[in-house]
């Protein structure tokens, strides 16, 4: 059962352009929505996240975008750059149950 | 801020062999530890949640008697394969959970473990 559904599985965007990846849930139960990066070889480390009593939540050119009723939320990378370049993972937990989207790759072309 | 380091990096092992990979959480004390197995290109699939102390809680279709996880301190857990195939070979990671930070608080991962069974 994939509680976490991600899209798009992969996006090219242009320097300087948004990324934006999707997330929706199912368990209404989930009270913590991180995004994880996760460079090739490495292990995945947090980027941003957010608690379902707000609707968003900027920390510098990320910004997580939450609809509670929707059961959905997003990242958005502004002025995107190359070294943005990776993997990223939204995920919801609840207390010790963490479940994780599929995961996007994103591109970021000079 | 909370750091989790994980042992070894690479790992090449013949098949038939037994690895062990530690994982210990550096700067805090760690309540839960989990350990998550991903495939190439794939995301990340929890293997089995531990509790210091406690037996290890594992996920369905994960053999505990192949992957056995030790978690005997608040900083340290370990994973290790038993009786390694190359079908195990996969990339390794897990992460902690700071004890002293609530529930909603995220968890730390570690760098991971590249495992090649040969």
């Known amino acids: 059962q994939q509680q976490v559904k991600q899209s798009p599985q992969s996006l090219i965007v242009q320097k300087g352009g948004i990324s934006i990846i999707n997330c929706a849930y199912e368990?209404?139960?989930?009270?913590?929505f991180p995004w994880y990066q996760q460079f090739p070889g490495k292990g995945p480390a947090l980027l941003i996240a957010?608690?379902?009593?707000?609707s968003e939540k900027k920390e510098g050119r990320f910004t997580i975008s939450f609809n509670k009723s929707a059961k959905q939320f997003s990242l958005h990378i502004m002025d995107s750059q190359p070294g943005d370049s990776a993997t990223y993972f939204c995920a919801a937990s609840f207390n010790n149950d963490m479940r994780f989207g599929a995961g996007t790759r994103l591109t970021v072309k000079p | 801020g909370a750091v989790v380091s994980q042992h070894p990096s690479r790992v090449i092992c013949k098949s038939g062999t037994s690895v062990k990979i530690e994982c210990r959480s550096l700067?805090?004390?760690?309540?839960?530890m989990f350990w998550y197995r991903q495939f190439p290109k794939q995301s990340l699939m929890l293997m089995a949640t531990s509790n210091e102390g406690s037996k290890a809680t594992y996920e369905q279709g994960v053999e505990k008697d192949k992957f056995l996880i030790n978690h005997a301190s608040l900083t340290l857990s370990t994973l290790t394969v038993t009786s390694a195939h190359p079908e195990d070979s996969s990339f390794y990671i897990c992460s902690a959970r700071d004890r002293n930070r609530g529930p909603r608080y995220g968890y730390t991962f570690g760098s991971g473990t590249r495992l090649t069974v040969v």
């Open positions: 368990n209404t139960a989930f009270d913590y």
């Open positions: 700067d805090f004390q760690a309540t839960t």
């Open positions: 957010i608690r379902p009593d707000v």
